[in-house]
C-alpha cells in the first residue's frame, strides 16, 4: 500500500524557517517525480512545486519562488519542503502528492 | 500561468441523480509529446484529494464507472451519474502540461 506521511508541520513567526518531511513507503520513491501542494482554509489547492527523480531538477509556483525549496533523499525514500522567510499568506495544509496518491497533510501556522 | 476556470461553483445534485462540471483552460493543455495532462481529483470533507480521472477521461484505480472524464484543447467536463453519497465533496481539475501547474478553483457536490 501506498503511503505518503509527511511531518514537520507547526507554529512559525514571519520571517521564519520551518523544513517539512514526507516519507514514502510501499513504492519505489526513487522512480517518480514528487509535488508539494497547499491548501489554505476552506480555499482551492495550490501547487507550489515539483523535484523529479534523482533530485537534479525542480519547479515551482511564482509566489514561493527563491523562498522555499524542494528536495529529496531516494535512499530514506523522503521529501522536503524547506521553508524561507515565510508570510502570514504561507499558512496553509501542506500535502506531498505523487500526482496519483497524497499524504494526509500537515498544517503550517505563520503568525506573531 | 494557465487559469483553468471550473462551472459551476456549487451544485445541488439528489441521489440518483447526474452531475457535470466543467474546467476551461485559459490555453491549450495538449503537451508537445501529444498527451493532455489534465486530471481530476474529489476531496472528501476532511481527508486529502483523490484521483479520479487522469489525462482526461481514464479512471484511476478502483474508481467506478460512474465517473467520466472527457473533453480536449481547452475544454474538459467531468460526468458523475447515479450520484451517491460518497460522491459528495470538493471536485477540483489539475493541469500538469504547463509549468506553473494549476487547479481550478473547485467545484463543490452537495445533496439536494
Known amino acids: 500500500e501506498v503511503q505518503l506521511v509527511e511531518s514537520g508541520g507547526s507554529l512559525v513567526q514571519p520571517g521564519g524557517s520551518l523544513k517539512l518531511s514526507c516519507v514514502a513507503s510501499?513504492?519505489?520513491?526513487?522512480?517518480?517525480?514528487m509535488d508539494w501542494v497547499r491548501q489554505t482554509p476552506g480555499k482551492s489547492l495550490e501547487w507550489i512545486g515539483e523535484?523529479?527523480?534523482?533530485?537534479?531538477?525542480?519547479n515551482y509556483a511564482p509566489s514561493i519562488k527563491d523562498r522555499f525549496t524542494i528536495s529529496r533523499d531516494n535512499a530514506k525514500s523522503t521529501l522536503y519542503l524547506q521553508m524561507s522567510n515565510v508570510k502570514s499568506d504561507d499558512t496553509a495544509i501542506y500535502y506531498c502528492?505523487?500526482?496519483?496518491?497524497w499524504g494526509q497533510g500537515v498544517m503550517v501556522t505563520v503568525s506573531s | 500561468d494557465v487559469v483553468l476556470t471550473q462551472t459551476p461553483v456549487s451544485l445541488l445534485i439528489s441521489l440518483g441523480g447526474q452531475a457535470s462540471i466543467s474546467c476551461r483552460s485559459s490555453?491549450?493543455?495538449?503537451?508537445?509529446?501529444?498527451?493532455?495532462?489534465l486530471h481530476w481529483y474529489l476531496q472528501k470533507p476532511g481527508q486529502s484529494p483523490q484521483l479520479l480521472i487522469y489525462q482526461v477521461s481514464n479512471r484511476f484505480s478502483g474508481i467506478p464507472d460512474r465517473f467520466s472524464g472527457s473533453g480536449s484543447g481547452t475544454d474538459f467536463t467531468l460526468k458523475i451519474s447515479r450520484v451517491e453519497p460518497e460522491d459528495l465533496g470538493v471536485y477540483y481539475c489539475?493541469?500538469?502540461?504547463?509549468?506553473?501547474?494549476?487547479f481550478g478553483g473547485g467545484t463543490k457536490l452537495e445533496l439536494k
Open positions: 490555453q491549450s493543455l495538449v503537451h508537445s509529446n501529444g498527451n493532455t495532462y
Open positions: 523535484i523529479n527523480t534523482d533530485g537534479s531538477k525542480t
Open positions: 489539475l493541469q500538469r502540461t504547463h509549468n506553473p501547474r494549476t
Open positions: 510501499g513504492y519505489t520513491f526513487s522512480n517518480y517525480w
Open positions: 502528492t505523487r500526482t496519483t496518491y
